[in-house]
């Protein structure tokens, strides 16, 4: 996307007269969902409503998980795209939603991209756990952290981290593994599951015979 659409699209979300004066966020996410979730950034950093409308969105992509119609309205390509855009409006006012999460909405509609409203959501998260010094950490082992052990690998993980940053782990447990962990942190990946190691193992043998 050049520079004059990604001014346009700021333009669009922004309610400021600075609107084409692009605010970059702290983190940069690829993809469409990651220039539209710059764009929102930006409009948001303006208005100085970036943590309300990380809530509003984070409340409308939990309506979209429990509401089926809402779903189905949102994915279904078949609806117009002015239809779409004008109920959003709707829902927008009714809510009491802020401008630039509006903003958001409509232009999605307009633009046929509401397929990619989840992930432009969950893009403009990972910008603001960034704004927030959040450190993302995903730790998969073979069996369960008990307290001690995710108490142990928290402050090992924490030596890693800036002065001001914050570390959000989360765990998740497969089987697979066998042993040992995997541990993303950030765009960083470190595989140190046995499974790898047997993989690594196999891989050598079978070159040698």
């Known amino acids: 996307m050049s520079i004059f659409k990604t001014n346009m699209m700021i333009r669009s979300l922004s309610t400021s007269a600075t609107a084409a004066q692009l605010v970059k966020p702290p983190v940069q996410v690829f993809g469409l969902e990651g ?3 710059s764009a929102l950034y930006s409009a948001a950093s303006k208005s100085k409503t970036l943590d309300v409308v990380e809530k509003e969105l984070s409340q409308f992509q939990q309506n979209i998980k429990s ?3 809402l779903k189905e309205f949102i994915i279904n390509p078949t609806l117009k795209r002015n239809l779409k855009a004008d109920a959003l409006k709707a829902v927008a006012t009714k809510t009491n939603l802020s401008p ?3 903003n958001l909405l409509g232009l999605l509609a307009e633009n046929g991209r509401l397929d ?8 403009f998260k990972i910008m603001m756990a960034a704004h927030r010094g959040e450190v993302t950490c995903e730790v998969v082992t073979a069996k369960p952290l008990d307290q001690a052990q995710r108490q142990n690998l928290e402050a090992a993980l924490k030596k890693f981290l ?3 940053e914050t570390l959000q782990l989360t765990a998740k447990v ?3 593994l066998i042993g040992g962990m995997v541990v993303s942190i950030d765009d960083k990946y470190v595989d140190m599951s046995v499974a790898s190691k047997v993989k690594k193992y196999t891989e050598l043998i079978s070159a040698t015979v």
């Open 35 to 37: 220039r539209y979730a």
């Open 67 to 69: 509401d089926a119609i």
């Open 100 to 102: 630039t999460t509006s």
């Open 116 to 123: 990619k409203l989840e992930s432009v959501i969950n893009a």
């Open 162 to 164: 800036k002065g001001n």
């Open 174 to 176: 497969d089987p697979a």
